[in-house]
Protein backbone atom coordinates (compact mmCIF):
# COMPACT_ATOMS: atom_id res chain seq x y z
CA UNK A 1 0.00 0.00 0.00
CA UNK A 2 1.29 3.32 -0.83
CA UNK A 3 1.53 6.38 1.53
CA UNK A 4 2.43 9.96 0.71
CA UNK A 5 4.05 11.94 3.39
CA UNK A 6 3.79 15.52 3.24
CA UNK A 7 6.85 18.36 4.61
CA UNK A 8 7.76 21.84 4.80
CA UNK A 9 4.77 23.26 6.17
CA UNK A 10 5.24 25.96 8.78
CA UNK A 11 4.26 29.60 9.97
CA UNK A 12 5.94 32.58 7.60
CA UNK A 13 4.92 36.40 7.35
CA UNK A 14 2.72 37.64 4.87
CA UNK A 15 5.14 37.97 1.51
CA UNK A 16 7.44 34.91 2.58
CA UNK A 17 7.45 31.96 0.56
CA UNK A 18 7.51 27.82 1.63
CA UNK A 19 8.30 24.67 -0.45
CA UNK A 20 5.80 21.59 0.60
CA UNK A 21 7.38 18.65 -0.11
CA UNK A 22 5.49 15.34 -0.77
CA UNK A 23 7.24 11.91 -1.02
CA UNK A 24 6.00 8.75 -1.71
CA UNK A 25 6.59 5.34 0.71
CA UNK A 26 7.72 2.91 -0.77
CA UNK A 27 9.66 5.17 -2.61
CA UNK A 28 9.54 2.56 -5.32
CA UNK A 29 6.26 4.57 -6.49
CA UNK A 30 6.22 7.66 -8.74
CA UNK A 31 3.23 10.37 -9.12
CA UNK A 32 2.07 10.34 -12.46
CA UNK A 33 -0.61 12.17 -11.88
CA UNK A 34 -1.43 14.20 -8.65
CA UNK A 35 -1.36 17.36 -7.10
CA UNK A 36 -2.09 19.57 -4.17
CA UNK A 37 -5.12 20.49 -2.49
CA UNK A 38 -5.69 22.78 0.79
CA UNK A 39 -8.29 22.87 3.51
CA UNK A 40 -9.01 26.22 5.44
CA UNK A 41 -10.78 26.08 8.50
CA UNK A 42 -14.87 26.16 7.68
CA UNK A 43 -14.35 26.11 4.12
CA UNK A 44 -14.48 22.61 1.53
CA UNK A 45 -10.99 21.07 0.38
CA UNK A 46 -10.19 23.06 -3.19
CA UNK A 47 -7.72 22.44 -5.76
CA UNK A 48 -4.11 24.60 -5.37
CA UNK A 49 -2.39 23.02 -8.33
CA UNK A 50 -2.36 19.64 -10.66
CA UNK A 51 -1.06 17.79 -13.48
CA UNK A 52 -2.49 15.13 -15.55
CA UNK A 53 -1.17 11.75 -16.62
CA UNK A 54 0.03 13.85 -19.87
CA UNK A 55 1.76 16.53 -17.94
CA UNK A 56 -0.83 18.94 -18.21
CA UNK A 57 -0.78 20.92 -14.77
CA UNK A 58 -4.09 23.61 -13.62
CA UNK A 59 -3.76 26.38 -10.66
CA UNK A 60 -6.48 27.22 -8.98
CA UNK A 61 -6.62 31.22 -9.88
CA UNK A 62 -5.71 31.98 -6.24
CA UNK A 63 -2.39 30.27 -7.16
CA UNK A 64 -1.44 31.47 -10.45
CA UNK A 65 1.58 33.47 -10.56
CA UNK A 66 2.25 33.16 -7.11
CA UNK A 67 2.71 28.90 -6.80
CA UNK A 68 4.94 26.41 -9.03
CA UNK A 69 4.05 22.45 -8.86
CA UNK A 70 6.95 20.56 -10.11
CA UNK A 71 8.02 16.74 -9.30
CA UNK A 72 11.45 15.18 -9.45
CA UNK A 73 10.89 11.27 -10.44
CA UNK A 74 14.22 10.27 -8.81
CA UNK A 75 12.95 11.27 -5.62
CA UNK A 76 9.41 10.34 -6.05
CA UNK A 77 8.85 13.40 -4.92
CA UNK A 78 6.32 16.03 -5.38
CA UNK A 79 6.64 19.96 -4.68
CA UNK A 80 4.65 23.07 -3.99
CA UNK A 81 6.65 26.00 -4.37
CA UNK A 82 4.81 29.09 -2.54
CA UNK A 83 5.30 32.27 -3.02
CA UNK A 84 4.34 35.82 -2.14
CA UNK A 85 2.08 34.51 0.20
CA UNK A 86 -0.97 35.67 1.81
CA UNK A 87 -2.80 35.17 5.11
CA UNK A 88 -5.77 33.44 2.84
CA UNK A 89 -3.45 30.87 1.80
CA UNK A 90 -3.32 30.02 5.48
CA UNK A 91 -4.54 26.00 5.65
CA UNK A 92 -3.94 22.28 5.67
CA UNK A 93 -2.50 21.56 2.41
CA UNK A 94 -2.76 18.10 1.58
CA UNK A 95 -0.69 15.85 -1.22
CA UNK A 96 -2.94 14.00 -3.63
CA UNK A 97 -2.01 10.96 -5.97
CA UNK A 98 -4.54 9.83 -8.57
CA UNK A 99 -2.25 7.77 -10.80
CA UNK A 100 1.14 6.35 -9.91
CA UNK A 101 3.70 3.62 -10.99
CA UNK A 102 5.99 1.40 -9.84
CA UNK A 103 8.36 -0.93 -11.43
CA UNK A 104 6.12 -3.16 -12.80
CA UNK A 105 2.94 -1.92 -13.07
CA UNK A 106 0.54 0.94 -11.49
CA UNK A 107 -2.08 2.03 -8.93
CA UNK A 108 -5.08 4.63 -9.52
CA UNK A 109 -7.36 5.87 -6.65
CA UNK A 110 -7.14 8.65 -4.53
CA UNK A 111 -4.30 8.71 -2.16
CA UNK A 112 -4.38 11.11 0.24
CA UNK A 113 -1.01 12.41 2.86
CA UNK A 114 -1.85 13.51 5.97
CA UNK A 115 -1.81 17.16 5.62
CA UNK A 116 0.78 19.84 6.52
CA UNK A 117 -0.12 23.05 8.40
CA UNK A 118 0.81 26.29 6.43
CA UNK A 119 0.31 29.74 8.31
CA UNK A 120 0.69 33.16 7.26
CA UNK A 121 1.10 35.49 9.49
CA UNK A 122 -0.12 39.46 8.37
Known amino acids: QVQLVESGGGLVQAGGSLRLSCATS????????GGWYRQAPGKQRELVAR???????TYADSAKGRFTISRDDSKSTLYLQMNSLKPQDTAVYYC????????????????WGQGTQVTVSS
Open 96 to 111: KGEWLHYENGAVIGDY
Open 51 to 57: FNGGGTI
Open 26 to 33: PSSFSITA
